[in-house]
């Protein structure tokens, strides 16, 4: 089992959480200051940190597995740098790939399920080693979808998710979705729950977030 669920950090937790439940994901967990939500085809982690601190904003990669020791054994037996850690989570595994990043792979005991919907969660990887990455994500079982001749491509998990790697002259993780339904409509609906969006095109849906980046929605 490999589930996308990239972790967004921010000191404004309630407004992001009503943004994502403004564009359809289902709030599966809620821990107060921790929460999940669900797409039916990848989730997003979110965490509360202190406004103003280094953390306050940024995305991380993290994925969900079923069973986090036989996934550090197949991911070693790949080639790919990993190892049991105790998380905030509890047990858990870590995987540290070339570039320097490092994320986790997390344990879930009972599945909640959402079914299909119309978004598909996209965790995008902007990397100084591109290779690295693709070769990490490989290793973890996520399936590869498209390798661009310029370098970059996209990968599949199989219980849900989407992940782009990006070469670029530093390392991080953005939050993208992919919409498979009617952009307008969505911005329609974003709108009335007091969400400000911009269509740049017909494939294409922009959105600022309460930490004030931009979220783009994109047509598969």
Same mark, same amino acid.
């Given at each position: ?11 404004? =937790?309630? $407004?992001y959480?009503?943004?994502? #439940? ?10 107060? *200051? ?12 979110? @965490?509360?940190?202190d406004?103003?601190?280094?953390e306050d904003?940024? #995305?991380?990669?993290?994925f $969900? ?17 990993? $190892?049991?850690v105790?998380? *905030? ?5 870590r ?13 879930v005991?009972?599945?909640? @399920?959402?079914?299909?919907?119309? =978004? ?6 902007? #990397? ?16 590869p979808?498209? /390798? ?8 599949r998990?199989?219980n849900?998710?989407?992940?782009? /790697?990006?070469?670029?002259?530093h ?16 911005g329609?609906?974003? /709108? ?29």
């Open positions: 089992m490999l589930r996308v669920r990239p972790i967004h950090l921010t000191s404004r =937790l309630e $407004e959480a009503h943004l994502l #439940t403004a564009l359809g994901l289902r709030c599966i967990a809620d821990d107060g *200051d921790r929460r999940v939500f669900d797409s039916g085809n990848g989730r997003v982690g979110l @965490l509360r940190v406004a103003g601190s280094a904003g940024t #995305t991380g990669l993290e $969900e597995v079923r069973d986090h020791e036989i996934f550090v054994h197949r991911t070693l037996a790949d080639g790919t740098p990993a $190892e049991l105790d998380s *905030d989570y509890g047990p858990a595994a995987v540290d790939a070339p570039d320097g990043t490092a994320f986790l792979a997390v344990p005991a009972q599945e909640i @399920l959402v079914g299909p919907g119309l =978004l598909t969660v996209v965790m995008h990887w902007h #990397t100084t080693d591109d290779a690295g990455a693709r070769k990490v994500l490989a290793d973890i079982g996520a399936r979808l498209i /390798t661009r001749p310029g370098g970059g491509s996209f990968f998990a199989k849900g998710g989407l992940v782009a /790697t990006h070469p670029a002259g390392n991080g993780v953005e939050l993208g979705l992919e919409y498979c339904g009617d952009l307008a409509a969505l329609a609906r974003l /709108t009335a729950a007091g969400v400000a969006t911009d269509m740049p095109d017909a494939d294409a849906l922009s959105l600022r977030t309460p930490d004030g980046t931009a979220l783009r929605i994109l047509r598969p």
